[in-house]
């Protein structure tokens, strides 16, 4: 089953909102974790690392005030999106990294973002 | 910073016969090199691995060599499946001493199989 869980699957706002996209690691504790972007038929490109109990790092063009990342606990890192866009529409990825496992990346189910 | 190449965008195969799905890279630092499957609209499934200190894995009908010298990687998939139709990414990491680096992925490559 899933190891890592993203959560909503689906979401549409309206433009100028903002919206929330939690990836949680089910049964183990995460001190990194990623968040991706895909549009579509594209590759996932990486947006950001997030670092359990310090600021993100993030990819070079990335608006870090924009996408707002909180890694608060082990198991849970959140992407915020502010003063959504139409623009911003896309499928956002989380993936997080199980260290006890030889260093391997689990990804979460996606979640697709529409701003309108 | 390091660049993934991935050949072919697209795949068609027989159903039975093998598919090879072709990665170069290019940071000679990346030591972990996994491969994901993705379905329409969903998230990525890690389906095999392979660390710089291995040649070769295997799975069932899932393979990946690796070629470190050349900086190439490939994913064989023997008796392909209708279920195995789908878009496969290959993606390179380094791990840095302070932490972890993210994925740099290819582009990925459409695999269909006929029936």
């Known amino acids: 089953g899933a190891v890592v869980s993203q959560h909503p699957s689906r979401v549409i706002c309206k433009s100028g909102t903002s919206v929330k996209i939690e990836c949680r690691s089910l049964?183990?504790?995460?001190?990194?974790m990623f968040w991706y972007r895909q549009f579509p038929k594209q590759s996932l490109m990486l947006m950001a690392t997030?670092?359990?109990?310090?600021?993100?790092?993030?990819e070079q063009g990335v608006e870090k005030d924009k996408f707002l990342i909180n890694h608060a606990s082990l198991t849970l890192s959140t992407l915020t999106v502010t003063s959504a866009h139409p623009e911003d529409s896309s499928f956002y990825i989380c993936?997080?990294?199980?260290?006890?496992?030889?260093?391997?990346?689990?990804f979460g189910e996606g979640s697709w973002l529409t701003v309108v | 910073g390091e660049n993934v190449e991935q050949h072919p965008s697209t795949l068609s195969v027989q159903e039975g016969d093998s598919a090879v799905i072709k990665c170069t890279y290019s940071?000679?630092?990346?030591?972990?090199f996994p491969w994901y499957k993705q379905e329409l609209g969903k998230g990525s499934q890690l389906i095999i691995d392979?660390?710089?200190?291995?040649g070769e894995k295997k799975d069932q009908r899932i393979a990946v060599t690796l070629n470190k010298t050349a900086k190439h990687f490939s994913l064989h998939i023997t008796e392909t499946q209708p279920e195995d139709s789908a878009v496969y990414f290959c993606?390179?990491?380094?791990?840095?001493?302070?932490?972890?680096?993210?994925?740099?992925f290819g582009k990925g490559t459409h695999l269909i199989i006929q029936p």
């Open positions: 997030s670092n359990e109990g310090s600021k993100a790092t993030y």
């Open positions: 940071d000679s630092a990346s030591n972990y």
């Open positions: 392979i660390r710089s200190n291995v």
């Open positions: 993936s997080a990294l199980r260290g006890e496992r030889g260093n391997t990346i689990y």
């Open positions: 993606a390179a990491r380094k791990h840095s001493g302070g932490g972890a680096d993210g994925l740099t």
């Open positions: 049964d183990f504790q995460a001190t990194t």
